[in-house]
Nanobody
């Protein structure tokens, strides 16, 4: 069973919106942080947004004011609402779960987001 599953990617025009979902209920242990990362072709993977078990939120400067992370880390589900999308937001978006009990991270397979007219 895949421990982390993303959904909600797709093709959208500039200025449009998408909502991504991340489900990590297959992970047996408590999760400290659930994060969204993205990787565009030819670029390094970058952190987009993160949500900790106690509600602390962090955003990359490039998405502040446009993206909103929400959900419940204890319930192992988070979302990423993306508004006013730009072509430079085009990337594979992956969800990552930090699991202290196993000293590691679980990654999803990613979902493609393409912003193009």
């Amino acid at each position: 069973q895949v421990p982390v599953v993303e959904s909600g990617g797709g093709l959208v025009q500039p200025g449009g919106s998408l909502r991504l979902s991340c489900e990590a209920s297959a992970i047996r242990f408590s999760i400290h942080t659930l994060s969204w990362y993205r990787q565009a072709p030819g670029k390094q993977r970058e952190l987009v947004a993160s949500l900790t078990h106690n509600g602390r939120i962090n955003y990359a400067d490039s998405v502040k004011g446009r993206f909103t992370i929400s959900g419940d880390v204890a319930k192992k589900t988070i979302y990423l609402e993306m508004n006013n999308l730009k072509p430079e937001d085009t990337a594979v978006y992956s969800c990552c779960a930090d699991v202290p009990a196993v000293g590691g991270r679980h990654w999803g397979q990613g979902t493609q987001v393409t912003v193009s007219s």
